[in-house]
């Protein structure tokens, strides 16, 4: 009954979460990479096999038809299946995606990277506007819950929230571009202005940021709001509120008991939101011609480019990976009960 | 710690009325009661649940929480004045400061996510508290005085103590500035048997040290005869007998009082000689509107009971609202219960 | 993009004597709460008119829609409610006749997604042990791998020709949140006694899953099949829309592409109408949808019934 207060092992505990999720973090990378591997080789008329063969029709040696492939694809064009798979996992393990066959020469890696800033930076944006006015607005949603207030803020959480991602951008675009043309349609930045820090190609970049970054934070504003207003309703029924209360705690504090008690359940969606907003990149990225790792995508569908094809999706999917663990560390670091390993 | 007002305050409930909003208009939980703590003693209040006692409880720090509203009546505490005229800032310094609360063991009343000792710093804060230092060292010496130690338990987050520790953690809370004045709403409920034994030695004894007015509601008549000075039985919102705790247990005049002491089987003794109440505890919406709110129940019904709402009687230290008391009654049996 | 409505904890199961008279009350009830909000209403007869639509649409059109070259991109009028596209083809009718590959696809979706979670997640709640670990390792690994770029490069194997080839493999993407839910409602009934008391009373395994645990899994099945429904059409058309599909039906998502990267109806006004017919469509499904999902969850969710 007097148990002693219990000790804490808590590096230990946490240590043991990374690694945990760490492996099936690798576990799905694999997977995705397999998947890849297949699919390319399953393609309609084997494209690897289709490189080689015209390699060797513009009279390259087997040898050096087979080595040019290779490059290409990041794994033999001949050779038993079981080989050019090994032979494709050990390229992924130096980190060489093959090159890319629509811009000759230049490594997928290279692409990849500078497409990367484009989805990672908008994505980051989004999810913190949408955060911070998703929980600001479900806090308020769940004090006038009774009102009509509250009941319109919650029908438009659950409207965005059930609406496609790209049924926001092109609502956006179509008011914004079209209708009363106030922004730019497209693009990343106006080509006139000198890339550098300079205030005309900064304020480009953030002028034509606008729309995507918009369309990224009402993708996945309606699912915080809904999550924030339902923690605030639980927790307002919780006894240690009431008690704070009669214990004659100033509102400041009884409001952070509150509201850092309702966002904490948050960090666990934060990480499918996160990756929500990848996926939506695909569509945000075509609607508004942004450079990034979902457009890079599409293009190498349309152009057939097969090796960036498959690095795109792998990249992608490390992305979302990446995003969980990040997603738990935090609230690891927020939660004590779970610091403790009492729920690990 | 510093002792300013050595004398314990008094606390005097008159006509409390508290309506609870429902779907079939305005209903009365508590009604009417009048109810006096004299100072440095502990009443006990009893009642099944529904009765309207933590309801008063609440009351008693003008925290009835919606749809219920006070809608009439006072709670005069000595040094404060009306708590029910309070508002604002004035009330919340009042809480805490003045008149302690503590919860129920089982349920949660403290923050999952902080310290013990960062939700002390909290209240000392909301109370303007020059000396956190002093504060916390007050609070160890009060966690030491309940058997525990103290800076590991303000070192700790609320999944690391048991329920004792954090029933003795709330207490300490309610008691730490010094409030003369304690409400306890059913300090011993979802506690074993010995946590609770030590947790009511420790209210009898933080409650002489201190000399503080205690009010513990409970329904365990059990419990509250351990530590109770008087004792008040509630039913139907209303208090229908209130008198020295002894006298009430050991001479039972309102019917539903005998009922309630008829019915608590002993450990030595005829588990058959144990009779359960008949009928049901009223709920809100079943409350007769006119006459005596347990007639339905009462082995000792008249005609007035039906249409007459007995008033409190007060007679040898002892109030009771029955019309059946002072008339010729069938003894009581099993007296020697105290 | 999946959502997945959880169980907020076991529904009853009723016996099987008093059945009949609780689905009597409960089809009131369905009632009564339909009546309460008259928003409810309206998502009733919105999803009741997308069906509709579906079924019979196609039908009200010659099989090759009526062009007018000296009507191209009309505006809105009487005889073209929402103008006309390109080859001066009625919007209307586009986005009528594209309903049904739209709807039959979610359809084929919704039974394959709820159909395959419902098993696995019965599964393994009901088996427990090994299995359980293993099946939720791979739910795990199903909700996790993203479902829109995996679908784009696996339209480059696959062209999704059939709604229904399309909807098999949006279902086999899709069932880890419905498996996953299905599974914890199994083991918190399973954890209240319900399988072990009907064990021994002597039932057989059957029995207990198909007269006692899915009945009372039924509210949330049915939610998440009309959650898939969605799930699937955004899909679809967002794939449509993305050209990675070859155009070979009428399909709203073939109507968003056109407009868009052919019509230019970001750039002009005329085409407007165009881009939004079917983003209205889409609107109007998802908000019916929402609003019987809204009107099912304070059904079949008590502590959500009397406020």
Redesign the interface.
């Known amino acids: 009954m007097t148990r002693a207060v219990r000790e804490r092992p808590q590096g230990a505990a946490i240590a043991r979460r990374v690694a945990g999720h760490i492996g099936?973090g690798l576990?799905?990378i694999w997977?995705?990479a397999t998947?890849?591997f297949f699919?390319i080789r399953?393609?309609?008329g084997d494209p690897v096999q289709g490189m080689y063969e015209t390699l060797l029709q513009k009279g390259m040696s087997p040898d050096q038809a087979e080595r040019a492939t290779a490059v290409l694809y990041g794994f033999l064009p001949t050779g038993s299946l079981w080989h050019q798979y090994v032979d494709y996992m050990w390229s992924l393990l130096h980190l060489d995606l093959g090159q890319s066959l629509s811009t000759p020469g230049v490594k997928v890696t290279s692409l990849i990277g500078s497409a990367a800033q484009w989805t990672v930076l908008p994505v980051l944006a989004g999810t913190l506007l949408s955060f911070l006015l998703g929980v600001t607005m479900g806090v308020y949603a769940a004090i006038k819950r009774s009102g009509k207030l509250g009941d319109l803020l919650a029908l438009s959480g659950?409207?965005l929230?059930?609406?496609?991602v790209?049924?926001i951008g092109?609502?956006l675009?179509?008011i914004f571009?079209?209708?009363w043309p106030i922004l730019p349609?497209?693009g990343p930045v106006d080509v006139a202005y000198v890339p550098g820090f300079n205030a005309g190609y900064i304020g480009s970049l953030v002028y034509h940021a606008v729309l995507p970054v918009a369309t990224y934070t009402l993708a996945s504003y309606g699912g915080w709001i809904l999550a924030m207003k339902s923690n605030v309703v639980a927790v307002l029924g919780d006894d240690f509120i009431l008690a704070a209360e009669l214990r004659g705690l100033r509102r400041g504090f009884v409001f952070r008991y509150l509201a850092r008690n309702a966002i904490l359940p948050l960090f666990t969606i934060l990480a499918l939101s996160i990756?929500?907003l990848?996926?939506?990149s695909?569509?945000i990225e075509?609607?508004f011609n942004y450079p990034g790792l979902g457009l890079l995508?599409?293009n190498s569908?349309?152009t057939?480019d097969?090796a960036l094809?498959?690095g795109?999706?792998l990249v992608?999917?490390v992305g979302?990976?990446v995003a969980?663990i990040v997603a738990d560390l935090l609230y690891t670091a927020i939660d004590p009960r779970v610091r403790s390993g009492e729920t690990a | 710690m510093s002792r300013d007002s050595a004398a314990a305050p008094g606390v005097r409930i008159r006509g409390l009325t508290v309506v609870y909003k429902t779907p079939a208009g305005e209903l009365p939980a508590v009604s009417g009661v009048d109810l006096t703590l004299a100072p440095g003693t502990i009443t006990g209040v009893v009642g099944e649940s529904g009765s309207g006692k933590s309801t008063l409880a609440l009351s008693l720090l003008n925290a009835v929480q919606p749809p219920g509203r006070i809608s009439a009546g006072s709670v005069e505490i000595d040094g404060l004045g009306d708590v029910l005229a309070l508002g604002g800032e004035e009330l919340r310094r009042a809480r805490g400061r003045k008149v302690g609360y503590v919860f129920q063991a089982a349920q949660n009343s403290l923050n999952p996510l902080k310290t013990i000792g960062k939700q002390l710093l909290d209240l000392g804060r909301s109370h303007d508290v020059d000396d956190l230092r002093e504060l916390v060292r007050d609070a160890k010496g009060l966690l030491a005085r309940m058997g525990l130690d103290g800076a590991r338990v303000l070192d700790s987050h609320q999944h690391e103590l048991s329920g004792g520790m954090r029933q003795r953690v709330g207490i300490m809370l309610a008691l730490v500035l010094n409030a003369q004045v304690v409400v306890l709403d059913e300090p011993t409920t979802a506690l074993d048997m010995i946590t609770q034994a030590t947790i009511l030695r420790i209210i009898r004894e933080v409650h002489e040290e201190r000399a503080l007015t205690t009010l513990v509601i409970t329904h365990d008549v059990g419990a509250v005869a351990e530590v109770a000075d008087s004792l008040a039985v509630m039913y139907g919102g209303r208090v229908v007998e209130h008198g020295p705790i002894a006298e009430v247990l050991g001479g039972p005049r309102h019917p539903y009082t005998q009922g309630l002491i008829r019915a608590i089987p002993r450990l030595s003794g005829d588990i058959s000689l144990a009779r359960a109440l008949p009928g049901r505890p009223p709920t809100l919406g079943t409350l007769p509107v006119a006459g005596c709110v347990f007639r339905e129940r009462c082995d000792r019904r008249m005609e007035i009971c039906d249409t007459v709402e007995p008033e409190p009687v007060t007679h040898d230290g002892r109030t009771v609202s029955c019309h059946a008391t002072g008339r010729p009654s069938p003894a009581v049996k099993r007296r020697e219960y105290a | 993009?999946t959502?997945t409505v959880l169980p907020p904890g076991a529904g009853e199961v009723a016996a099987g004597t008093t059945r009949a008279a609780l689905r009597r009350n409960f089809w009131r009830g369905v009632w009564r709460v339909l009546c309460r909000k008259p928003s409810r209403m309206a998502g009733v007869v919105i999803v009741v008119g997308f069906a509709v639509m579906g079924v019979v649409g196609p039908l009200l059109y010659p099989a090759n829609l009526p062009r007018d070259d000296n009507a191209l991109y009309a505006a809105p009028s009487l005889q073209h409610p929402f103008g006309t596209d390109f080859e001066g083809t009625d919007v209307l009718a586009l986005v009528v006749t594209g309903a049904r590959y739209v709807l039959l696809t979610g359809l084929a979706t919704a039974v394959i997604t709820v159909a395959l979670g419902t098993a696995i997640g019965l599964f393994a709640g009901f088996r427990r042990g090994g299995w359980d670990t293993a099946l939720m390792r791979l739910t795990?690994?199903n909700l996790?791998?993203?479902?829109?770029?995996?679908l784009?490069?696996?339209?480059?194997?696959w062209k999704f020709t059939s709604p229904l080839s399309m909807g098999l493999v949006l279902g086999l993407l899709g069932w880890g949140g419905v498996a996953r839910a299905v599974r914890s409602q199994t083991l918190s009934l399973r954890e209240r006694g319900f399988i072990e008391a009907a064990r021994g009373l002597g039932l057989p395994t059957t029995h207990i899953i198909g007269r006692e645990l899915l009945p009372s899994m039924a509210p949330y099945i049915a939610m998440n099949m009309l959650i898939a429904v969605?799930g699937a059409v955004?899909a679809q058309?967002?794939l449509f829309?993305?050209?990675?599909l070859p155009f070979d039906a009428n399909n709203w998502g073939v109507m968003?592409n056109l407009a868009?990267f052919s019509g230019g109806?970001?750039?002009?006004?005329a085409a407007?109408p165009y881009?939004?017919a079917p983003?209205i469509a889409?609107?109007l499904l998802?908000?019916g949808?929402?609003l019987i999902v809204?009107a099912m969850d304070e059904i079949f969710n008590p502590r959500l019934r009397e406020e």
Not at chain 1, 161 to 164: D, E, N, T, W, Y
Not at chain 3, 144 to 150: K, N, S, V
């Open positions: 099936r576990v799905m997977v995705v998947i890849s699919i399953e393609i309609p659950s409207l929230h059930g609406v496609p790209y049924v092109l609502l675009t179509a571009t079209t209708l349609a497209g990756g929500m990848f996926g939506g695909i569509f075509e609607i995508l599409v569908i349309s057939r097969y094809m498959g795109a999706f992608i999917t979302i990976v969980n | 993009m959502v795990d690994l996790a791998i993203p479902g829109l770029p995996l784009l490069v696996l339209s480059t194997v969605t955004y058309v967002g829309f993305l050209g990675v968003l868009v109806a970001l750039t002009t006004p407007l881009l939004l983003l889409i609107l998802t908000l949808i929402v809204d």
